[in-house]
Structure formats: structure tokens, C-alpha cells
Nanobody, 118 residues
Framework: VQLQASGGGLVQAGGSLRLSCAASGRTLSSYARGWFRQAPGKERDLVAAINWRGSSTYYADSVKGRFTISRDSAENTVYLQMNSLKPEDTAVYYC????????????WGQGTLVTVSS
């Protein structure tokens, strides 16, 4: 099983980016998916999650109203649309297959770096 994250980059404050996380190999379609982020010297924190049906979502308070998580089940891909980006959003973003509610990761993708300049 592989989770491939992409879409990171450098953007100015107030800008937008869309991250993608595609799954391949043994299907993870029955798992929820989450986007975590880790800034230098800080812990890896969950920022958004979506259940396997795509009917429920969770957002950390710090990104509510700015980030939107969605999934395309046919493509087995999860997206994170990030708007109104702030310098404090700068981090390596990781996607993961997770257990809904506990947010316990079952499989990690590689990280993609998001840098927001002021």
C-alpha cells in the first residue's frame, strides 16, 4: 500500500494550494483519511480528516473555514484545499489512512512541504 502526496510548494500569505493524496496497492478505501502537518521542532498534528464515505469531516480549529478536505472514491484520492494561507501554516504535510474518531494512523504517505511567505 502506498499513499502518494503531492501539491506542496511556496505561496504568499493569503494564497491557496491544493494537496492531493493518491492511494495505490491494496485498497484503503474503508479507512478514513487524514492530513497531518509537522512544523520544525513541533509535533505532527492532525489538521483535517474525512470518513470513508466522505460524509463526515473534521477540522482542527486552526484551519476551520480556510481548509477543505474531500475525497474522490473512484480515484481513491483525497484532497486538501487550503485557502487564505498564513505563515503559520508552513509545515510538511502528510496524508494517512486513519481510524475515524481515534485518528490513529494505519498507513502514512510521504510528506509534501508547504511554505507560506509573509
Amino acid at each position: 500500500v502506498q499513499l502518494q502526496a503531492s501539491g506542496g510548494g511556496l505561496v504568499q500569505a493569503g494564497g491557496s494550494l491544493r494537496l492531493s493524496c493518491a492511494a495505490s496497492g491494496r485498497t484503503l478505501s474503508s479507512y478514513a483519511r487524514g492530513w497531518f502537518r509537522q512544523a520544525p521542532g513541533k509535533e505532527r498534528d492532525l489538521v483535517a480528516a474525512i470518513n470513508w464515505r466522505g460524509s463526515s469531516t473534521y477540522y482542527a480549529d486552526s484551519v476551520k473555514g480556510r481548509f477543505t478536505i474531500s475525497r474522490d472514491s473512484a480515484e481513491n484520492t483525497v484532497y486538501l484545499q487550503m485557502n487564505s494561507l498564513k505563515p503559520e501554516d508552513t509545515a510538511v504535510y502528510y496524508c494517512a489512512a486513519i481510524m475515524w474518531g481515534s485518528w490513529s494512523p494505519r498507513s502514512w504517505g510521504q510528506g509534501t512541504l508547504v511554505t507560506v511567505s509573509s
